[in-house]
C-alpha cells in the first residue's frame, strides 16, 4: 500500500543549530503535507502544513519545502531550543474512499541540547 | 471547547477481557481515526471512518472492531484483547475531505491501555 517514509529516526542538535527532517511519500495523488510535533507525554499537534500547489512554506522558526516531482517533502526548524525537543511526524493524504485518508511518518525524535 | 474526548485514559485489563475505548467529538467532524503508538513503530492507523456508518482498515486492524453509528461517536473494541495490544491510542477528527483541502487532525489525549 501507499506509505511514508521519515528521516532520520532520532536527530540530536546543539541549541541554536538548525535541524532538517525528511519525508518520501509513495502516492503521487498525494497533495497535503501536515507536520505533528508531540511532546513527551502529550498529544500529537499540528505546527505547519503545506498543500501540493506550494513549494515552500514558512512559520517563524520552522518552514516546509515540498519537492513534488522527487515525491519527498522536509521540515526545517532554524535557531533550536530546548522546547523543539519532541517527536516530529510527517504525514500525507493517500487516497481512500471517496475523500482520501492521511497516513503518518514513523516519526523523528529530535533532541535540542543546551 | 473543541475536543476529541477518550476514554479511559488509562486502563489494565487481562486477556480475553472484552473491553471498549470510547472516543467522542464535539466538532461536528466527518472523518475519524483510530491509531496505536508504539515505540519506534510511530503512529500507526488502526480502523478509519469517513463519515456515519462508513468505516475502513488501516494499516493494523487485526483484533480491532469500531462502528460508527453517530457523528460524534467512534468507539474501539477490543473483542478478546491480548498482551500485543499493549500500547498506547490515540483518537483523532477533522472535517475531512483530505483529498480536497488541508485539514486539521485534532487528537484525543491519548489512552493507555495494558494487557496482561
Known amino acids: 500500500g501507499e506509505n511514508v517514509e521519515q528521516h532520520p529516526s532520532t536527530l540530536s542538535v546543539q541549541e541554536g543549530d538548525s535541524a532538517v527532517i525528511k519525508c518520501t511519500y509513495s502516492?503521487?495523488?498525494?497533495?497535503?503535507f501536515p507536520w505533528y510535533k508531540q511532546e513527551l507525554g502529550k498529544r500529537p499537534q499540528l505546527i505547519i502544513d503545506?498543500?501540493?500547489?506550494?513549494g515552500e512554506k514558512k512559520d517563524q522558526r520552522i518552514a516546509v519545502t515540498l519537492n513534488k516531482t522527487a515525491k519527498h517533502f522536509s521540515l526545517h526548524i532554524t535557531e533550536t531550543q530546548p522546547e523543539d525537543s519532541a517527536v516530529y511526524f510527517c504525514?500525507?493524504?493517500?487516497?481512500?474512499?471517496?475523500?482520501?485518508?492521511?497516513?503518518f511518518g514513523k516519526g523523528t525524535k529530535l533532541s535540542v541540547k543546551p | 471547547e473543541a475536543q476529541v474526548t477518550q476514554n479511559p485514559r488509562y486502563l489494565i485489563t487481562v486477556t480475553g477481557k472484552k473491553l471498549t475505548v470510547t472516543c467522542s467529538q464535539n466538532?461536528?467532524?466527518?472523518?475519524m481515526s483510530w491509531y496505536r503508538q508504539d515505540p519506534g513503530l510511530g503512529l500507526r492507523q488502526i480502523y478509519y471512518s469517513m463519515n456515519v456508518e462508513v468505516t475502513d482498515k488501516g494499516d493494523v486492524p487485526e483484533g480491532y472492531k469500531v462502528s460508527r453509528k453517530e457523528k460524534r461517536n467512534f468507539p474501539l473494541i477490543l473483542e478478546s484483547p491480548s498482551p500485543n495490544q499493549t500500547s498506547l491510542y490515540f483518537c483523532?477528527?477533522?472535517?475531512?475531505?483530505?483529498?480536497?483541502?488541508?485539514?486539521?487532525?485534532?487528537f484525543g489525549a491519548g489512552s493507555r491501555l495494558t494487557v496482561l
Open positions: 466538532m461536528n467532524h466527518e472523518y
Open positions: 504525514a500525507a493524504t493517500v487516497r481512500g474512499g471517496s475523500q482520501g485518508n492521511l497516513i
Open positions: 503545506i498543500r501540493s500547489n506550494v
Open positions: 502516492d503521487s495523488a498525494s497533495n497535503y
Open positions: 483523532a477528527s477533522s472535517q475531512g475531505q483530505f483529498s480536497s483541502g488541508a485539514n486539521v487532525l485534532t
